[in-house]
């Protein structure tokens, strides 16, 4: 899809900036007016004609006059929109590019006045005039301006961001052994951040905090999600929960925390999408867990490609992530492996060297088949492997993992 670039010219530019930021994340401002990106929002609201009446009644709302021109160039954008007609709220189609003027685009003053002797006055006529005459005239330099007669400039939107993070700090009056009594003035650092975000366009998923400490030189956190997001009270709570887990281990003197800049989320999901929990909400929970059981114990789980006892381990940065699934595409099963912790205890027959019959305390039944025996380990050098298992199929039962460990017998789990 051919990107897109809305330009309004108006002296209100703080008004601009508002309405620029109802249609887009990437903004530029301009001396005269403000630039942003609008691709993708034909699906939404339609054609570029269509677009532009959008922002021409968002003018309207804030009772902001304004010339509105959209096209698929930074330039072709900015030098419609440039056009003034005289008219209130008003929106150029870039149909109309060809009839500009030339003294509108960026050629010197010599040349515009041996054009107009020329009788060429408009762009129409200067795209009538073989290209490589002109380069052979005005040197390759000319070659800028005839990409943008031809509406194929490569000048980028550029947006009015200096650093890609912002800060905040705050000095305290006397020290703070407990870091709860700082969450009210760490949600009015958390407010001031968040505004200066939003008024760029963007959002964070990636705070630093530090803090100096009266006998330590200090500490810091690095706290992520895997989503954007400027809502204050789960940036709150997550970073109350993530502290507690690893809180300072001395008084605490100041404290400073940089915000780094992200794509904001989108606001609308796939008509057909399967309805989840709130990213935030899982996010909360998943570290509430943490703070109970302990943060090597929660995570998603991670197979290894090793033969280990429990070949997995668990992620505890990594949230779990959804699939959506198309009724059209053939479907697989997929084979998990549930442990039992701890493993059970069982009685094993076998006969001839082959596994017959396996009782435990929930169930018995004979042995359909089997696989192993594994006697190995991929970390062999950590460790000796004390343990022989097979992969086993009960009849009427399902599939197990059995354990030998010297004279005794063991279920480790069962294959789901």
């Known amino acids: 899809m051919a990107r897109l670039f809305a330009c309004i010219i108006s002296p209100d530019i703080e008004s601009l900036r508002v309405i620029a930021r109802e249609f887009s994340y990437l903004i530029e401002t301009l001396d005269d007016g403000v630039l942003f990106d609008v691709s993708g929002l034909e699906r939404l609201i339609g054609d570029r004609d269509s677009i532009a009446s959008k922002i021409v009644e968002a003018l309207q709302q804030q009772n902001t006059q304004g010339s509105v021109a959209i096209a698929q160039t930074v330039?072709?954008?900015?030098?419609?929109?440039?056009?003034?007609d005289g008219s209130v709220y008003e929106a150029h189609s870039s149909d109309t590019f060809t009839k500009l003027p030339l003294s509108d685009l960026p050629i010197e003053q010599d040349s515009i006045n041996v054009f107009n002797d020329l009788g060429l006055r408009k762009v129409e006529d200067?795209?009538?005039?073989?290209?490589?005459?002109?380069?052979?005239?005005?040197?390759?330099?000319?070659?800028?301006?005839?990409?943008?007669?031809e509406q194929k400039s490569s000048t980028i939107l550029v947006p009015n961001v200096s650093d890609w993070h912002v800060d905040w700090s705050y000095d305290l009056d006397l020290p703070v052994q407990d870091f709860e009594q700082l969450i009210f003035l760490l949600?009015?650092?958390?407010?001031?951040?968040?505004?200066?975000?939003?008024?760029?366009?963007?959002?964070?998923?990636?705070?630093?905090i530090a803090f100096k400490l009266k006998a330590n030189?200090?500490?810091?956190?690095?706290?992520?999600?895997?989503?954007?997001?400027?809502?204050?009270?789960?940036?709150?709570?997550?970073?109350?929960?993530?502290?507690?887990l690893d809180p300072p281990q001395a008084e605490i003197i100041s404290v400073s925390v940089r915000a780094h800049f992200t794509k904001p989320r989108p606001s609308q999901?796939?008509?057909?999408?399967?309805?989840?929990?709130?990213?935030?909400?899982?996010?909360?929970?998943?570290?509430?867990?943490k703070k109970l059981v302990g943060i090597e114990n929660v995570g998603v789980p991670e197979i290894l490609n090793k033969r280990l006892a429990e070949p997995f381990t668990l992620n505890a940065d990594k949230l779990p992530e959804g699939v959506e699934s198309?009724?059209?595409?053939?479907?697989?099963?997929?084979?998990?492996?549930?442990?039992?912790?701890?493993?059970?205890?069982?009685?094993?027959?076998?006969?001839?060297?082959?596994?017959?019959?396996?009782?435990?305390?929930?169930?018995?039944?004979?042995?359909?088949?089997?696989?192993?025996?594994?006697?190995?380990?991929?970390?062999?050098?950590?460790?000796?492997?004390?343990?022989q298992e097979w992969d086993v199929e009960i009849e009427n039962r399902g599939i197990y993992r059995l354990c030998k460990l010297s004279k005794e017998w063991f279920l480790l789990g069962e294959y789901d």
Not at 270 to 289: D, I, Q
Request: proline letters at 6%; hydrophobic letters at 35%.
């Open 126 to 149: 200067l795209l009538a005039i073989p290209h490589e005459d002109l380069i052979g005239r005005y040197g390759k330099s000319f070659r800028d301006i005839i990409d943008i007669i």
């Open 326 to 387: 198309n009724s059209a595409e053939p479907q697989f099963p997929k084979l998990a492996f549930t442990f039992y912790r701890p493993p059970r205890h069982a009685e094993v027959i076998y006969r001839d060297g082959r596994l017959v019959f396996i009782r435990t305390r929930n169930f018995d039944g004979y042995v359909n088949g089997y696989s192993g025996v594994w006697k190995g380990s991929s970390s062999w050098w950590d460790k000796p492997w004390k343990t």
């Open 269 to 289: 999901y796939g008509m057909y999408a399967v309805a989840r929990p709130e990213p935030e909400s899982l996010l909360l929970t998943v570290n509430k867990l």
């Open 75 to 84: 330039d072709s954008a900015c030098l419609l929109a440039r056009q003034k």
């Open 187 to 208: 949600n009015h650092g958390f407010e001031k951040l968040f505004v200066s975000i939003n008024e760029l366009g963007l959002s964070t998923e990636h705070l630093d």
């Open 217 to 244: 030189p200090s500490k810091s956190y690095e706290i992520k999600t895997s989503f954007p997001t400027l809502e204050r009270s789960f940036w709150l709570k997550l970073v109350n929960l993530r502290i507690s």
